[in-house]
C-alpha cells in the first residue's frame, strides 16, 4: 500500500495495531450506533457503523423503522474503503418523535448475510 494511502486509511494497515482484515464469511459488526442531531435543522440521525477490518469490501444496507415497524428510510454503502463509516439519515413524514428502530445488515452479493444488527431508541 502506498503513503498516501496509509495517510488517509490507516485503517487499511493491516499490521496497525495487530488488525488483521478476514475473510468475507467472518466478517462482523464491531459496533453500530445512532444518535440524533440537535440543531435547528430537520430532524436528522447521524449513524456510526464499524466493522471488522475486511480482506474484500464489504456490502452494508442500513434501514430506519418508526414505531410501527415501517421503513422511513434507508441507506446502501457499497464496498466502502474503511471499515468505520458516519453517514446521515434524514427523517422524513409524521413521526418525528418516539419509538424508532434501526436494522443494519453487513453482507456480500453471493454470500449469505455476514451479520445483522437491531437497534431501538426514542428520540
Not at 486509511?9 to 440537535?38: C, H, S, T
Not at 457499497?78 to 418523535?97: A, C, D, W, Y
Amino acid at each position: 500500500m502506498s503513503d498516501d494511502l496509509e495517510f488517509f486509511f490507516p485503517e487499511l494497515n493491516p499490521a496497525e495495531n495487530g488488525i488483521v482484515p478476514l475473510p468475507a464469511q467472518e466478517m462482523r459488526f464491531m459496533d453500530v450506533k445512532v444518535e440524533p442531531v440537535l440543531d435547528n435543522g430537520p430532524l436528522r440521525l447521524r449513524v456510526y457503523v464499524e466493522t471488522t477490518a475486511f480482506q474484500k469490501r464489504p456490502y452494508m444496507e442500513v434501514t430506519l423503522l418508526d414505531s410501527q415497524g415501517q421503513e422511513i428510510t434507508s441507506a446502501s454503502i457499497i464496498e466502502p474503503m474503511q471499515r468505520k463509516n458516519v453517514f446521515t439519515l434524514h427523517i422524513r413524514g409524521e413521526q418525528q418523535s418516539g419509538k424508532f428502530g434501526l436494522h443494519a445488515r453487513l453482507f456480500y452479493p453471493d454470500q449469505p448475510d455476514s451479520d445483522t444488527r437491531k437497534i431501538e431508541f426514542e428520540i
